[in-house]
């Protein structure tokens, strides 16, 4: 959590929060391991500036049409 901004510690609070939640409702702890690989990564990401510009950075143009997913 110290990797994370302070702006992104309260979404990740509330994150988790809601998956304690759902994980013990459901009596599975792998949502609340999902939630905690994807934070991890996202902690990660803030540890390299250019990578954090290059991902919140605007997109240039339109890049196309997205193709349909194989078999639809």
Same mark, same amino acid.
């Given at each position: 959590?110290?990797?994370? =901004? =302070?702006? *992104?510690?309260?979404?990740?609070?509330?994150?988790?929060v809601?998956?304690?939640? &759902?994980?013990?409702?459901?009596?599975?702890?792998?949502?609340? &391991?999902?939630?905690?690989? *994807?934070?991890k990564?996202?902690?990660?990401?803030?540890?390299?500036?250019?990578?954090?510009?290059?991902?919140?950075? =605007?997109?240039?143009?339109?890049?196309?049409?997205?193709?349909?997913?194989?078999?639809?």
């Open positions: 959590m110290d990797l994370l =901004p =302070p702006e *992104e510690r309260s979404a990740f609070a509330a994150d988790f809601r998956a304690v939640g &759902a994980s013990a409702e459901l009596g599975r702890r792998s949502v609340l &391991a999902q939630v905690l690989v *994807e934070w990564a996202t902690a990660a990401v803030y540890t390299e500036p250019a990578l954090v510009d290059e991902l919140t950075r =605007p997109l240039d143009a339109d890049l196309g049409l997205v193709p349909a997913p194989d078999g639809v």
